[in-house]
């Protein structure tokens, strides 16, 4: 049975480490934008993401290199640095889908980046890619579906019986992720914010409240363990 998969979308250390305590994660992404906000050495930064979430999580690097050959020299570096579960973020171009072919015969996993149709997904999907990251908001911001994009993607990976995942990326509210669970989306990755907006809703507020009224009102402030005694 195949199990969705919720991953931060963060290099802020103590985001991950709060997410990682208290949310069902499979791992962390990054881009060079997300990196850059730390303002942190970036070797030592990878090094104490990976040793946060340990050698079992996924973590997912990106090359900032534009052509083959310097983008395959980047993801063998960067796989020696981050150790355990990586991927190396590859966006989508010719260069791109030249280095995805390299590297996955050398055995680096890959997830490709910066899609927004259907078609770059296929492509990547094709040349090797472990998962594909189409950019929700970005495509509702131009007046595009980004569930639409992913629900069709999804359907042809399924339909050529490719094993690709769909990694959907660049969420800003909780209804674009609902909406691309919805559609068979296999994995999203999303900021530390969302993941506390998800669980949020003010009737679950009001119901743990009622019911700690309704104790007190019974056994005042004694909790559980001590009526067990």
Same mark, same amino acid.
């Given at each position: 049975m195949k199990i969705m998969q919720f991953i931060i979308d963060s290099a802020d250390t103590k985001a991950i480490r709060h997410c990682m305590e208290f949310f069902p994660v499979a791992g962390v992404t990054t881009n060079p934008t997300i990196i850059s906000r730390e303002k942190s050495d970036f070797k030592q930064l990878i090094a104490e993401i990976r040793s946060i979430?340990?050698?079992?999580? /996924?973590? @997912? *690097? $990106?090359? +900032?290199?534009? +052509?083959?050959?310097e983008i395959v020299a980047e993801a063998q570096a960067l796989k020696t640095i981050a150790g355990g579960d990586f991927y190396v973020k590859i966006p989508v171009s010719a260069e791109g889908l030249k280095a995805i072919r390299i590297l996955k015969g050398q055995g680096i996993k890959v997830t490709a980046t910066a899609i927004f149709t259907q078609q770059q997904a296929l492509l990547a999907a094709l040349s090797g890619?472990?998962?594909? &990251?189409?950019?929700? !908001?970005?495509? %509702? !911001?131009? #007046?595009? %579906?980004? &569930? @639409?994009? *992913?629900?069709?993607?999804? +359907?042809?990976?399924? /339909? @050529? !019986?490719?094993?690709?995942?769909?990694?959907? &990326?660049?969420?800003? !509210?909780?209804? $674009?992720? @609902?909406? #691309?669970? /919805? #559609?068979?989306?296999? &994995? #999203?990755?999303i900021n530390p914010e969302l993941f506390d907006q998800l669980i949020y809703h003010p009737l679950t507020l009001y119901a743990v409240d009622a019911f700690t009224a309704d104790w007190e009102m019974v056994y005042g402030e004694k909790k559980i363990l001590e009526l067990l005694k």
């Open positions: 979430i340990g050698p079992d999580k /996924m973590l @997912h *690097v $990106q090359c +900032t290199s534009d +052509t083959a050959e890619a472990d998962y594909v &990251a189409p950019y929700i !908001n970005r495509l %509702d !911001n131009i #007046v595009s %579906d980004g &569930a @639409h994009v *992913v629900e069709e993607i999804v +359907t042809l990976f399924k /339909m @050529h !019986n490719i094993p690709t995942k769909v990694l959907a &990326a660049s969420f800003k !509210n909780v209804e $674009q992720v @609902h909406k #691309v669970s /919805m #559609v068979g989306c296999p &994995a #999203v990755t």
